[in-house]
């Protein structure tokens, strides 16, 4: 059969014309498509700004079906999720982002960091640890250190945040040395509760090679050495905290008092009670010099003075636990039980961060878990 190139010519223009037709069809659906997406784009911007999260979500859920390859929409609509606390979706929406082959490595790291922010959020911790881990060597390697310490510090995983802090430190991102120190003491009363008394040392004795002036080992070597009735070595490590951190010296000065007392030394204590008395007055180092020097009189005499120039309900309750008031017996408890009763809430200490008060002293907040943010003064007293 011959070939009849006259069909050849008819059908090249038929063939252009559709194939023109067809690239007109695609580009006409594209530019609507293209025209949608930024629509929805914007509408769920502006909801946003509104507040209306639900609206905006649902904006953003449309833009995303009309252009499924856009990343930024896929964050956004990720991060509300977060906010939401919808962390269930809004790891689906980042986990499908670290799927696609076509992301860049710099928008893959954003997913990433973006994924163990959700897990964090969700309390998923284990996750988390891993999706951050990963970040390891990416411009979001200090963030997530930083995420990660604060995670080994919840879960109280106080070995594992020490490392975490030193590398920080060797980073450059600051100094931790402080933190490594509460890390360190926190191992050692872990270890002093299993009674492994050795770890304990070992423990402690690192916490003081991390940060030498740091008050709390020299607090809690005394407190060891007098809990094994070691009351020398504690008036050591407490007369050093003393010198160093006159102020951090209140949390330990009835203690202080009382081994000074059992040595029977409390005509040296009482000197250097009274000298840091003269400088930082408070109701902990009245009652300290109470303890060395208990002669009736002279503590009436000091807890007047101290009522004159710093009012307290604290010292007014103990000067009429003293007796020798007009009061007879039951009218003058009566009184000390009132004043008692209003002076309890001024005997609490507060987080200077987060103003959460305790009745007990806490190195790190129980609420915003900020380290050294209490004063080591009661409330009575600043």
């Keep these: 059969m011959e070939f009849d190139l006259q069909w050849l010519l008819l059908g090249l223009p038929v063939a252009f014309a559709l194939g023109w037709l067809a690239s007109r069809l695609d580009l006409r659906q594209w530019r609507r498509e293209q025209k949608d997406s930024p629509k929805a784009y914007y509408q769920g911007l502006n909801l946003l700004l509104n507040e ?72 998923l911790f284990d996750r988390a640890e891993k999706a951050y881990e990963a970040l390891e060597g990416t411009p979001f390697d200090t963030e997530a250190r930083l995420a990660l310490l604060a995670l080994h510090e919840r879960s109280r995983e106080w070995r594992s945040a020490a490392e975490v802090a030193a590398r920080l430190e060797r980073a450059g991102s600051g100094s931790f040395a402080l933190r490594i120190a509460h890390y360190w003491c926190e191992i050692a009363l872990e270890a002093d509760a299993r009674q492994q008394p050795q770890d304990a040392e070992d423990a402690l004795r690192r916490a003081r090679d ?51 007392k059992q040595l029977g030394e409390q005509d040296a204590a009482l000197d250097r009670l009274e000298t840091l008395y003269r400088r930082v007055p408070t109701g902990d180092l009245l009652e300290a010099l109470a303890i060395v020097d208990a002669e009736l009189p002279r503590r009436r005499q000091r807890l007047l003075a101290h009522l004159r120039q710093h009012p307290s309900l604290s010292a007014a309750q103990a000067l009429l636990q003293t007796g020798g008031t007009s009061f007879d017996e039951q009218e003058a408890a009566a009184l000390s039980d009132a004043v008692g009763r209003s002076a309890k809430p001024l005997q609490r200490y507060r987080c200077a961060a987060c103003a959460f008060e305790a009745q007990h002293y806490f190195w790190q907040c129980p609420a915003c878990l900020g380290w050294d943010t209490y004063p080591p003064q009661r409330l009575e007293d600043l």
């Design 52 to 123: 209306q999260h639900d609206k905006a979500i649902d904006a953003f859920i449309e833009a995303v079906q009309h252009d499924p390859d856009t990343t930024e929409l896929h964050f956004a609509l990720g991060n509300l999720f977060r906010r939401r606390g919808e962390y269930e979706r809004a790891v689906r929406v980042h986990e499908h982002l670290l799927n696609r082959g076509d992301l860049s490595p710099t928008d893959r790291e954003r997913a990433q960091h973006a994924l163990a922010q959700d897990f964090m959020k969700a309390g």
């Design 210 to 260: 991390a940060a030498p002036q740091a008050p709390r080992p020299l607090i809690l070597a005394g407190q060891r050495a007098r809990a094994r009735d070691d009351h020398r070595e504690a008036l050591q490590a407490w007369g050093t905290l003393l010198v160093a951190h006159p102020a951090a010296f209140n949390l330990v000065a009835r203690d202080y008092a009382d081994s000074a």
